[in-house]
Antibody, heavy 124, light 108 residues
Framework: QLQLQESGSGLVKPSQTLSLTCAVS??????????WSWIRQPPGKGLEWIGYIYHSGSTYYNPSLKSRVTISVDRSKNQFSLKLSSVTAADTAVYYCARGLYCSGGSCAGFDYWGQGTLVTVSS | QSVLTQPPSVSAAPGQKVTISCSGS????????VSWYQQLPGTAPKLLIYDNNKRPSGIPDRFSGSKSGTSATLGITGLQTGDEADYYC?????????FGGGTKLTVL
């Protein structure tokens, strides 16, 4: 059974960089046909996709966040990471990592495994 | 304001059937897979439907998905109190993943 677990700082100061890691267990992050996404949810609001890294290493980012986002993978540790720079209070949210299923041509059939989520608060 | 439009809320009695709509455009729903997620309070979203109408292993056949043109629909039959949750549709548009604004299901 695949499991995803987010970790990282729960409190980030404005203008600093948010850093999170998603550890994947029960399967290889290098398996073909899957992507590895970050998705966030502000308190009381809906879901917003941040971006993903494909099994090949290609990355796709939400244009609204692209200038501030970097997603990378560490295959030796079977984990992938998110860095979001110049954060503001608007970046306060629960951040989820998730696996994209049957991905090709830049889209996937769905997100089938999700981490439990981690709340990141941006505050001084 | 989401590009994918869902009703904010729907309600029905236990045992009844409910449908949740998701409206988009030719650039997103019209040309991409649609997926549906259930989010119980305080938990991560759970995949109910992928590839428009396929159910992952373990999802009961009370849940169904369909797509027609630029709209998609999630159907839930035999409603149970445990189905009370927020439901989100998802699709893609030019390699950008999109989610609907979510629909809160109340089982009366």
């Amino acid at each position: 059974q695949l499991q995803l677990q987010e970790s990282g700082s729960g409190l980030v100061k404005p203008s600093q960089t948010l850093s999170l890691t998603c550890a994947v267990s029960g399967g290889s992050i290098s398996s073909g046909g899957y992507s590895w996404s970050w998705i966030r949810q502000p308190p009381g609001k809906g879901l917003e996709w941040i971006g993903y890294i494909y099994h090949s290493g290609s990355t796709y980012y939400n244009p609204s966040l692209k200038s501030r986002v970097t997603i990378s993978v560490d295959r030796s540790k079977n984990q992938f990471s998110l860095k979001l720079s110049s954060v503001t209070a608007a970046d306060t949210a629960v951040y989820y990592c998730a696996r994209g299923l049957y991905c090709s041509g830049g889209s996937c059939a769905g997100f089938d495994y999700w981490g439990q989520g981690t709340l990141v608060t941006v505050s001084s | 304001q989401s590009v994918l439009t869902q009703p904010p809320s729907v309600s029905a009695a236990p045992g009844q059937k409910v449908t949740i709509s998701c409206s988009g455009s030719s650039s997103n729903i019209g040309n991409n897979y649609v997926s549906w997620y259930q989010q119980l309070p305080g938990t991560a979203p759970k995949l109910l439907i992928y590839d428009n109408n396929k159910r992952p292993s373990g999802i009961p056949d009370r849940f169904s998905g369909s797509k027609s043109g630029t709209s998609a629909t999630l159907g839930i039959t035999g409603l149970q109190t445990g189905d009370e949750a927020d439901y989100y549709c998802g699709t893609w548009d030019s390699s950008l993943s999109l989610f609907g604004g979510g629909t809160k299901l109340t089982v009366l």
